[in-house]
């Protein structure tokens, strides 16, 4: 992973991509949780215009892009696609009695977010969101043997965890500072899976409890602290993966999806199914709401759970959304098909409206009350991913990545634009931001793509109209 410094900006404040040289710096990978730190080197000049060019060259039709404005105030250089990154909490350390920020950039004064990314080349990468040239450790550990799917904090930002197709878990603990060493994270290992397929940690912090999804249709519970597998549920039926999951009822029951389209709810006390969403069989003539909505045929792409309530919501790779009951067992509502894949859904703040981005270009936003789309929130191209946050009782901030290589931020209740964030030629996979959003705070945004040369990127939010800088 290699490190670029700040961007030059433009007259108008933007970065101007031809500007700026791209560092490319050769790394030997260490043995099993070693890490590398990056050092900052200004003379490339030669080696980052050829970065730039080779850069351009990788799209997807072989010709060379025009220059793409980069909005990025920091970026990271990864040997092999992005597949995740989690922001984390702020690291803060002790000094003469006092806490203070021990990550930030020379001119201010604020700590930094820590950011895990897996990536292709099986390496999980852990880092400060603001690197300077005095404070710039990037750690690099080794620990997979195939690819980083997944990384999720855990709701006290303590601990974290990645998953990867090789079927490994590793809990890791959250470093204090940027400068500690491989063994204040402490990895402890999870094995016995096929191929993880997502995670999600119990929204309880006392918990300690993670749930993960297998390739073969299993969905795992783990016991974070002591290793030990708590539960391992499975449907029965074989050849289909669990594609997705989410906790509900505050943790009582997990929900997991399947590649077959089927949802399932499940007790964490008795390990028995309480409900199941399906097209074929009994459920479907025993439930009024599922004989009135009907059920998907395609697989389960993305599941979301409410805070408080025992309501989650499901989107499918026909473009169906389903907000449902786990309680009861019941369908609540469906939303208007979108034309495909649906790849985000979630709750806002006031859980009256729900969101839902596909890949057909649009993210609807769609008013439960009164059963209709409020908003139509449409992108160049396909949407990837994306997230909510509300910095305020009366904004809903909606951040899409696109597979034009940008992200929008978006005044979802409202259905507008509120800036558009470039830099990439290819695909976002992935998005996150720090949970701490406010109106009068500056937030940094990091995500990944899919690209020549993968990068993690970091952008910043600032002001109550969540304004970003370069």
Same mark, same amino acid.
């Given at each position: 992973?290699? /490190? ?15 500007? /700026? ?62 597949? +995740? ?14 806490? *203070?920020?021990?990550?930030? =950039?020379?001119?201010?004064? &604020? ?44 709701? +006290? ?50 918990? &300690? ?34 594609? =997705? ?6 943790? &009582?029951?997990?929900?997991?999806? @399947? ?77 208007? *098909? ?46 990837? +991913?994306?997230?909510? *946050? ?29 800036? &558009?964030?470039?830099?990439? @030629?290819?695909?976002?996979? +992935? ?27 970091? @952008? ?11």
């Amino acid at each position: 992973m290699n /490190y670029d410094p700040d961007l030059p900006e433009s007259d108008d404040g933007m970065v101007d991509a031809n500007e /700026y040289d791209e560092h490319e710096h050769e790394h030997e990978h260490e043995h099993e949780h070693e890490h590398s730190d990056i050092s900052l080197d200004h003379n490339e000049e030669e080696e980052g215009l050829r970065g730039n060019a080779e850069e351009q060259e990788g799209s997807e039709d072989g010709e060379l892009q025009d220059p793409v404005v980069d909005d990025a105030v920091q970026r990271l250089v990864h040997d092999d696609s992005v597949h +995740c990154v989690a922001v984390g909490p702020k690291t803060m350390a002790p000094t003469g009695g006092q806490p *203070r920020p021990t990550l930030q =950039a020379p001119e201010e004064n &604020r700590s930094a977010h820590l950011v895990v990314a897996g990536d292709q080349a099986d390496t999980v990468s852990v880092f400060p969101s603001l690197l300077s040239q005095a404070n710039n450790r990037v750690h690099q550990f080794e620990v997979h043997n195939d690819t980083v799917v997944s990384c999720k904090y855990s709701p +006290c930002g303590t601990l974290f965890a990645t998953g990867g197709m090789d079927g490994l878990i590793v809990i890791w603990r959250t470093p204090k500072n940027s400068m500690c060493e491989k063994e204040e994270l402490a990895p402890l290992k999870l094995e016995g899976m096929k191929e993880v397929q997502w995670l999600r940690w119990h929204p309880s912090a006392e918990a &300690r409890v993670l749930a993960a999804g297998d390739i073969d249709g299993t969905v795992w519970v783990w016991k974070v602290t002591s290793g030990e597998c708590l539960l391992v549920l499975s449907k029965g039926d074989i050849g289909h993966r669990s594609t =997705a999951g989410a906790w509900t009822d505050g943790g &009582r029951k997990l929900v997991a999806g @399947y590649s077959n389209g089927d949802v399932i709810v499940w007790s964490l006390k008795t390990a028995m199914m309480l409900h199941r969403f399906s097209q074929r069989g009994q459920d479907n003539t025993r439930r009024p709401s599922l004989q009135h909505f009907g059920w998907t045929t395609h697989g389960v792409s993305t599941l979301e759970h409410h805070q408080e309530k025992p309501l989650f919501l499901v989107g499918s790779a026909g473009g169906e959304t389903f907000l449902c009951n786990s309680m009861s067992g019941d369908v609540c509502a469906k939303l208007p *098909r979108q034309r495909d894949s649906v790849e985000m859904v979630g709750f806002c703040k006031n859980d009256r409206w729900v969101v839902s981005c596909s890949m057909d270009k649009s993210a609807n936003v769609f008013d439960t009350k009164e059963q209709l789309i409020t908003a139509q929130l449409m992108h160049p191209k396909g949407l990837t +991913c994306g997230i909510l *946050r509300a910095p305020s009782s009366h904004l809903e901030v909606l951040i899409t990545g696109c597979c034009d290589g940008s992200v929008t931020v978006w005044d979802a209740l409202r259905g507008i634009k509120l800036k &558009r964030l470039s830099g990439f @030629y290819k695909s976002v996979l +992935c998005v996150d931001a720090s949970e701490d959003v406010t109106e009068e705070m500056t937030t940094p945004l990091p995500f990944s793509i899919f690209s020549p040369f993968l990068k993690v990127k970091i @952008y910043q939010i600032q002001g109550k109209h969540i304004q970003c800088k370069s």
